[in-house]
């Protein structure tokens, strides 16, 4: 991203617990010099948030910064009638935290089990103060993610319900495994929203978001196994989907 160098995975200087992190490779770490990443590891710590723990809530004061290693984070809205909106996912490597501002607007639960690489907010804003390289990663990411919630926007507004499931599922898989759609290679993961979930992020019924899946499977456009499981064949065929209501 934005022409960040590249560390050397074989460098010696990398911290052994960083060398073959995705968030290094992929994500904001990346834009980290050798010694940059020693000082960091000191003070990162590893944990596991099982599904539908949070890892934050809207209003409290953020001590932490993470890097997604594994696992699904929804970030959720809550109305003042205790209505819930989803409002973005994040995957791995994302970032999780708003830098220099002391409290969140918005929940941010795991969805699926989610993997975390914790480190002290100061610790982080004071590096991305230090480092122009760090910065515009996370300004990229915001960017992304600024995209990404156009993106939604069309969808919500304009696309049908067999669209927008379809850009669920194309979403997830591209997430799942950003190389995938050049190796033209069936992808597999497992859903990490409830049925109740998706339709609440996609604006849809429950039973609509069941009726669509149902749809596309019996297109062969996906493989459902126990009722999460997904196998997207072909890749191009969901995308043409996301664009062109199968009715």
Not at 157 to 167: D, F, L, N
Not at 204 to 223: D, F, H, M, P, Y
Not at 224 to 233: A, K, Q, Y
Request: contains cysteine.
């Amino acid at each position: 991203m934005g022409g960040a160098p590249r560390l050397d995975v074989h460098n010696s200087d990398v911290p052994a617990v960083c060398r073959a992190c995705e968030a290094r490779h992929r994500g904001v770490c990346g834009a980290l010099t050798p010694q940059e990443l020693t000082r960091l590891s000191r003070q990162t710590v590893k944990q596991t948030v099982e599904s539908d723990g949070a890892l934050v809530s809207a209003g409290e004061n953020v001590r932490h910064y993470s890097n997604i290693l594994s696992g699904v984070v929804k970030l959720t809205r809550l109305m003042a009638d205790g209505r819930q909106q989803i409002v973005g996912l994040q995957f791995a490597p994302d970032f999780v935290g708003r830098p220099f501002r002391p409290t969140s607007d918005v929940t941010a639960e795991a969805a699926s089990e989610v993997k975390l690489c914790s480190f002290p907010r100061e610790v982080m804003d004071e590096m991305i103060a230090r480092s122009p390289d760090l910065e515009r990663r996370l300004y990229q990411q915001a960017l992304d993610e600024l995209d990404e919630a156009r993106e939604w926007i069309f969808a919500l507004g304009r696309k049908t319900a067999a669209e927008k499931v379809a850009s669920f599922l194309l979403m997830i898989a591209e997430n799942v495994d950003p190389e995938a759609k050049d190796r033209h290679q069936p992808i597999r993961f497992e859903i990490p929203l409830k049925r109740a979930d998706i339709a609440d992020f996609l604006g849809l019924t429950i039973e609509t978001v069941s009726r669509q899946i149902t749809r596309l499977r019996k297109a062969g456009v996906i493989v459902v196994e126990n009722n999460r499981m997904v196998t997207v064949p072909d890749l191009g065929r969901l995308r043409a989907r996301c664009e062109v209501d199968g009715e």
